[in-house]
Each structure stands twice: as structure tokens, then as C-alpha cells.
């Protein structure tokens, strides 16, 4: 069975600091996605992850992967305010689940003045 | 990309009664799944809809319960029967995936009174 875990899950940060969103994942994954959810919203796909050793950045987000330690990083640079919202990670099942994501528990990240 | 529609956006029921919900996608798309997110929770897959073939269930979740349609390759429903306040819920629709990523629908924000 197919386990995902997060840490932190919740997050309070200042502006302007950086910090670093944990996934861990118990099994072998050819995807892992990161997604954005702002209070009663749906979610927003912020990054797609293929292949070990990938990295993808977009404005102050930046997203790795290591299929061998089966651990995905969101790293947040010098946070903002807009930032503030609740980043899942999800992993997609192989084989005969294809397509089928489990999601981590999800980070609450909180960004301070 | 895939723009997914969902309705209702919203509902308050009472316990005992159904409630349908319909996802619409502006392109055809073979693979389909409905998400559970309780309050204050991360999302769990509820089942996969292929068009063609029967809906197929995760542990936890069952037909009767949640009767699943894919009539084609750009709708499908999903029904919460005989409902409790333990459904009160935002289901999702995602589709996927599709070449960068797997989109989700905005979500029905369900009340069990």
C-alpha cells in the first residue's frame, strides 16, 4: 500500500525567510505532483515531477525529487504573504492503479508580516 | 489542459436523501476520479470512472454507497445515497492524467444537516 507523508504540516513563517516541505512516499512512483489549496478552493498544480533528480522552479517555489530516497522538497525563497495556503503533495500509482494519486496529509503554510 | 466544471458547487441536505453530483470536462479524456476531502483533511480517492466499464472502488468505498456514471468521455456523476452528517464533504472530479498534470474540478461543498 502506497504511503505518503508530509512534515511539517503546519508552518509559520516570517517574510523573507526560507524553509523547506517534506514528502516521503513508501513505494515506487514514476510521478509525484505538488498542489496548492487556498481556503475553499480546489487545487492548483504547481509542479510535476518525472524522473529522479528533477527539479523544477517557478517565482519563489522550487521542487525536487529523489526516487531512490523516494523524497520530493518544496523549498520556499524568501516567502510572502501570497504564499500563504495549504501545499499538498501526491504521489501517482504504478502498474494497474496508474493514475490513481495518493496525497500526503498536506503542509498549512502561514506567512507573517 | 482540462477545464472541469462540477455541480452543484453547493448543497445543504438532510440526512437519509442523495444527492448527484455531475463533472463536466471541455475535452475527452479517458480516465476520471472522484476525491473525498473532510474538513480539515487531505484528499482520498473514492473510485476510478472508465468509460466503458464499471467504476472500481477503493477500500472503504462501495457501490451502493456512492454510485458512480461515465456515459461518455467528458461527463460523469457521482452519487452520495442515503446520506449522513459523516458525509459532509468537498467531493472532487479530477482527470488525468493528461500529459503535464492531473486537473481537479472546483469541488462540491456538501452539508449533511
Known amino acids: 500500500e502506497l504511503k505518503v507523508e508530509q512534515n511539517p504540516l503546519f508552518l509559520s513563517m516570517q517574510e523573507g525567510k526560507n524553509y523547506t516541505i517534506y514528502c516521503n512516499y513508501s513505494?515506487?512512483?514514476?510521478?509525484l505532483y505538488w498542489y496548492r489549496q487556498d481556503p475553499g478552493k480546489s487545487l492548483e498544480s504547481l509542479f510535476v515531477?518525472?524522473?529522479?533528480?528533477a527539479v523544477k522552479q517557478e517565482g519563489r517555489l522550487m521542487a525536487s525529487l529523489d526516487t531512490k530516497a523516494r523524497l520530493s522538497t518544496l523549498h520556499i525563497t524568501a516567502a510572502v504573504h501570497d504564499l500563504s495556503a495549504t501545499y499538498f503533495c501526491?504521489?501517482?500509482?504504478?502498474?494497474?492503479?496508474?493514475?490513481?494519486?495518493?496525497f500526503g496529509q498536506g503542509t498549512i503554510l502561514t506567512v507573517h508580516p | 489542459s482540462a477545464v472541469i466544471s462540477q455541480k452543484p458547487s453547493r448543497d445543504i441536505c438532510q440526512r437519509g436523501t442523495s444527492l448527484t453530483i455531475q463533472c463536466q470536462v471541455d475535452?475527452?479524456?479517458?480516465?476520471m476520479f472522484w476525491y473525498r476531502q473532510q474538513p480539515g483533511q487531505s484528499l482520498t480517492l473514492i473510485a476510478t470512472?472508465?468509460?466503458?466499464?464499471?467504476?472500481?472502488?477503493e477500500s472503504g468505498f462501495v457501490i451502493d454507497k456512492f454510485p458512480i456514471s461515465r456515459p461518455n468521455l467528458t461527463f460523469s456523476t457521482l452519487t452520495v445515497s442515503n446520506m449522513s452528517p459523516e458525509d459532509s464533504s468537498i467531493y472532487l472530479c479530477?482527470?488525468?492524467?493528461?500529459?503535464?498534470?492531473?486537473?481537479f474540478g472546483p469541488g462540491t461543498r456538501l452539508t449533511v444537516l
Open positions: 479530477s482527470v488525468g492524467p493528461t500529459g503535464d498534470t492531473q486537473y
Open positions: 501526491a504521489v501517482e500509482h504504478s502498474g494497474t492503479s496508474y493514475g490513481k494519486l495518493t
Open positions: 513505494t515506487t512512483s514514476d510521478r
Open positions: 475535452s475527452q479524456v479517458t480516465m
Open positions: 515531477l518525472l524522473s529522479n533528480g
Open positions: 470512472a472508465n468509460q466503458g466499464s464499471e467504476a472500481t472502488y
